[in-house]
């Protein structure tokens, strides 16, 4: 087959695109959003008086910044798979590419697209069954901070029963939990750009 460059449609280009885009957005919350949190939180010792605050609004900053991502990356992503899909019907039935003809187990091009499709959707199961929990605590542990108040006695008794609670996990222990799953979650369209320009390799 032609190379990726030869071809003029925007079609074979577009899901290449789009698939990184997202995994760039996505990676930009672990890159630099959560080490922003933290360094706040750190300049706030756990036993210092405006830890509570601090964390309080922390803590609803992440909640807004993710509920702005929750909103647009499912549908970026449902863009994205949609191109692939797309070119998995455009390519069905053509030959293996020339770059892996010669290897022992070798997917048709497009079966590359489909499995490009599929792993930019995967960022919603992946969050649902796995980034979810720890969105919950993060949650909770925001609302047992505004309790009473930011900075309240009573707001920061809250926060520490919480914590008891979950088995001693701090804030920046979740955050950090947080960053590293997202990784992961960014690497599920990474992978899938890498797919859809295999597609066309």
Avoid at 1 to 30: D, E, K, R, V
Avoid at 113 to 135: D, H, K, Q, R, W
């Amino acid at each position: 087959m032609a190379s990726l460059l030869n071809y003029n449609s925007p079609l074979y280009a577009a899901p290449i695109a789009t698939s990184a885009f997202l995994s760039g957005a996505i990676a930009s919350f672990s890159l630099a959003f959560i080490p922003s949190l933290l360094s706040h939180l750190r300049n706030h010792p756990p036993n210092s008086s405006t830890r509570t605050t601090a964390e309080s609004h922390t803590l609803s900053i992440f909640r807004h910044v993710y509920e702005a991502g929750k909103g647009s990356a499912p549908l970026i992503a449902l863009a994205s798979a949609s191109l692939c899909f797309g070119n998995a019907y455009r390519l069905y039935g053509s030959p293996a590419t020339a770059l892996f003809s010669r290897a022992t187990s070798v997917l048709r091009p497009w079966q590359y697209a489909t499995a490009a499709g599929v792993l930019n959707l995967a960022i919603a199961p992946f969050t649902v069954l796995v980034i979810a929990s720890t969105n919950d605590r993060l949650f909770a542990r925001e609302e047992a901070a505004k309790v009473g108040g930011a900075g309240s006695q009573e707001g920061g008794e809250k926060v520490k029963a919480t914590e008891a609670k979950e088995g001693g996990v701090g804030s920046e222990e979740l955050l950090r939990r947080w960053l590293w799953l997202n990784f992961v979650r960014a690497a599920f369209p990474a992978v899938g750009a890498v797919a859809a320009w295999m597609a066309y390799a």
